[in-house]
């Protein structure tokens, strides 16, 4: 005899257009700094035109400094990646330092 199959959703689906949410539930909505043009739709998505941003940011030179461009929380968090990275890579290299450093003692080499 074949065993039924466990289900793992509680409860029965929705049909389409029914309400995902329970009355409690709330949705928090960003606000966007500066949004260039929404469209609401008939079934209540939006569509968010950023074209008029992109092509503002396009327009900038090929040899512009990227830095003033972006956000500041964006540069810090790149730079705390970058150090971040700097530092794993000095301490995984410290043994092959200490040993090229002994090699060139051994070899009579002072710098």
């Given amino acids: 005899m074949a065993e ?7 409860g029965a689906m929705p049909a389409q257009g029914e309400n995902l949410l329970e009355e409690e539930d709330t949705i928090e ?7 260039t043009e929404i469209i609401e739709e008939e079934d209540g998505s939006v569509v968010i035109n950023f074209e008029d941003a992109i ?7 090929q040899d512009a400094n990227l830095a003033e461009l972006l956000d500041e929380r964006d540069l810090n ?11 794993e890579d ?8 200490g040993a090229y450093s002994d090699g060139l003692d051994l070899l009579g080499i002072k710098y």
């Fill in 4 to 10: 039924t199959p466990i289900s793992l959703i509680d």
């Fill in 90 to 97: 000095r301490s995984g290299r410290q043994e092959w330092e």
């Fill in 77 to 87: 968090d790149i730079a705390q990646e970058l150090l971040y990275l700097y530092e």
């Fill in 29 to 35: 909505i960003e606000e966007l700094e500066d949004p």
């Fill in 55 to 61: 092509q503002e940011e396009m327009l900038t030179e």
